[in-house]
Nanobody, 120 residues
C-alpha cells in the first residue's frame, strides 16, 4: 500500500520561509519521480515542482528562485523548501509520486495534503 504523508504546513508571515516534508512508503522511492502540487482556495491544482530519480528538477515559473525541491533516498522523503513566501502561495500542498512521460511528469499517487497559509 502506497502512503505519502506530508508535514510542515502552517501559518507564516509574508516574506517568511517554510519547509514541507513528505515521507513515502510502499513504493520504490529511489526510482520514482516525486512532485509537489498545490491548490489555492477556489482554484485548480497546479504543479509546483518535481524531481526525478536522478535529481533533475523542474519548477513552476511562479516559484522559481524561491522554492527548492530535494529528496533523501535513504529516508524515502522529499522536501519542498519555500522562501520569500507571499499570500499568493497560500494553498493546500500535495506530495505525489509519479513518472516522467513524453508529456511530462504524471503523478500516480497522492498524499492527503498540508495547508500553507501566508498572512500577516
Amino acid at each position: 500500500q502506497v502512503q505519502l504523508v506530508e508535514s510542515g504546513g502552517g501559518l507564516v508571515q509574508p516574506g517568511g520561509s517554510l519547509t514541507l516534508s513528505c515521507a513515502a512508503s510502499g513504493i520504490s522511492f529511489s526510482t520514482a519521480s516525486m512532485g509537489w502540487y498545490r491548490q489555492p482556495p477556489g482554484k485548480q491544482r497546479e504543479l509546483v515542482a518535481r524531481i526525478t530519480s536522478s535529481g533533475s528538477t523542474m519548477y513552476a515559473d511562479s516559484v522559481k528562485g524561491r522554492f527548492t525541491i530535494s529528496r533523501d533516498n535513504a529516508k524515502s522523503t522529499v522536501y519542498l523548501e519555500m522562501k520569500i513566501l507571499n499570500p499568493e502561495d497560500t494553498a493546500d500542498y500535495f506530495c505525489n509520486a509519479g513518472r516522467l512521460t513524453l508529456r511530462g511528469y504524471v503523478p500516480d499517487y497522492w498524499g492527503q495534503g498540508t495547508r500553507v497559509t501566508v498572512s500577516s
